[in-house]
């Protein structure tokens, strides 16, 4: 598009006649408003690069503060000391971390003896239950042919008493028809202890 300066546009308004269309004047108006906007486009365009370029001055003056730099330090040394407890609490951690885990291990391992112990122990009492249900067996057992020996001593010594005299009156008999005696080879010498 072609551009017409102020002076250029004055000679064509004042050359139209008066029945000429007037979309021919706007026409050269918008021309003229779009070549001065044109025109000022990169004075826009500079002003807006002076501002960012002083912004930026601003902020370099501004990080080159004493104050400001000072702060920095002070905020980078907190951060060294906050860092290093971080780490000191860090390498703690690990640690409780690692004897928990150690301690963890070792009650299970205790935890495991101390189970094989009452299972031993029960198995054991059941051992003692049965050595005392033999021992209770043995001892009645004893008591009952303590019982039966009792009563098989009194039994040989009543028959012990019916033999003798027996024994006496068929030797005295057998004699009377001129008989041996009998031939008594009958050992009895398990009752002396108790016929006394």
Do not use: F, W
């Not at 044109?38 to 003056?61: A, F, R, V, Y």
């Not at 051992?127 to 008591?143: A, G, P």
Request: glycine content about 0%; hydrophobic content about 30%.
């Amino acid at each position: 598009m072609t551009s017409s300066t102020p002076d250029e546009i004055s000679p064509k308004i004042s050359n139209c006649s008066p029945n000429e269309d007037d979309d021919e004047i706007h026409q050269n108006q918008d021309d003229h408003i779009s070549a001065n906007s044109i025109k000022h486009e990169p004075e826009l365009n500079c002003e807006l690069n002076d501002n960012n370029q002083i912004k930026t001055n601003e902020q370099s003056d501004l990080n080159q503060n004493p104050l400001v730099i000072l702060k920095k330090l002070e905020i980078i040394k907190d951060i060294k000391i906050k860092t290093s407890e971080l780490e000191r609490i860090k390498s703690k951690l690990i640690e409780e971390v690692d004897i928990i885990e150690t301690e963890a291990k070792t009650l299970e391992s205790y935890e495991s003896e101390l189970d094989a112990l009452i299972k031993e122990k029960l198995e054991q009492m059941e051992i003692l239950r049965q050595i005392q249900d033999d021992i209770q067996t043995m001892e009645n057992t004893i008591k009952q042919t303590i019982e039966e020996k009792k009563r098989s001593v009194q039994n040989a010594i009543q028959l012990h008493v019916d033999y003798e005299p027996l024994k006496h009156q068929i030797n005295d008999l057998r004699e009377s028809v001129g008989l041996d005696k009998l031939n008594d080879n009958l050992d009895i010498s398990i009752l002396e202890n108790y016929l006394e």
